[in-house]
């Protein structure tokens, strides 16, 4: 019988292509055994059975062949929340804490606020914020009914109540001057970018990451119609690629956005804009 430090030492092996190998291979096997992470050193000598040693052998060979293993576990932790996500939906990313911890930061803590999370997908973004402020009003939107589907599953499983899911095209349900701050992480990657042949987004949806010649389609449409859905006053908070912050924010200028600041990711790169509608 294999122990667990054999299967996690194979494993590693198989995976060396990967610059996580070990931590793919320790999220993979606490998976299959439904322990913590700190159970497989805990306990390194403890036999797999067969039906988990060979549950764990096909997630190592999906790993290999560059499954992302998100997908393969059904999890993805987010804002300390363990989100369930599918191939329907984009995994949600360290980076993208900015976009709530911007949003938190901006507005009122106590006040009953109307916030809409354009795009929402496994609904991280709407959840983690509803989660934060429980007496905040939170919009979880996506033109996707599987997306839909998946933030409502979520939002039950963590116990969220203060959300409602909503199947619409970005904020084409909304009416006018409805919200006190729209965020999104929209898709805002090139249509040629030569990383979409690279890493997990091989396997993401491309309509959750493609915009345009220049990745800015779907920023430039929720910059174009933020004016009519806010309330004077309110926010827009959008993430976006490291290059694209200074044509967004003279968008903004342009159509007479207050107080336009873009906040730096944990890799010093340019990765959430804010912006207010004046009062």
């Known amino acids: 019988m294999t122990t667990l430090v054999q299967a996690l030492k194979q494993a590693i092996s198989q995976l060396h292509m ?34 988990q040693e060979l549950q764990f052998l096909n997630m190592i060979r999906q790993r290999a062949a560059g499954q992302p293993v998100a997908y393969l576990t059904g999890r993805r932790e987010f804002w300390s929340l363990n989100f369930a996500v599918t191939p329907d939906s984009l995994i949600p990313r360290p980076e993208t804490e900015l ?43 996506d033109r996707s009914f599987q997306c839909v589907k998946l933030a409502q599953h979520n939002a039950q499983r963590l116990d969220v109540d203060n959300l409602c899911c909503i199947n619409a095209d970005w904020n084409k349900a909304l009416a006018d001057q409805s919200l006190d701050a729209m965020v999104a992480n929209p898709p805002y990657i090139a249509d040629q ?17 493609t915009s345009g010649p220049q990745g800015l389609n779907d920023l430039r449409s929720l910059i174009i119609d933020a004016p009519r859905v806010l309330k004077p006053g309110g926010w827009i908070v959008l993430e976006h690629g490291m290059d694209q912050a200074k044509k967004l924010n003279k968008l903004l200028n342009n159509i007479h956005f207050i107080n336009i600041t873009t906040a730096l990711d944990l890799a010093g790169l340019e990765r959430v804009s804010c912006a207010q509608k004046p009062a």
């Open 193 to 209: 970018d030569p990383h979409l042949q690279q890493g997990d987004v091989c396997f993401e949806p491309a309509t959750a990451l």
């Open 99 to 141: 976009l709530v911890e911007r949003t938190l930061a901006l507005l009122p803590e106590n006040e009953t606020l109307r916030v809409a999370d354009l795009g929402t997908g496994s609904g991280a973004i709407a959840i983690a914020l509803a989660h934060e402020r429980r007496n905040w009003r939170l919009y979880a939107i």
């Open 18 to 51: 990967h610059d996580q190998a070990g931590l793919d291979a320790e999220v993979l096997l606490a998976h299959v055994l439904n322990k913590p992470r700190v159970y497989l050193h805990t306990w390194p000598e403890t036999e797999l059975s067969q039906d």
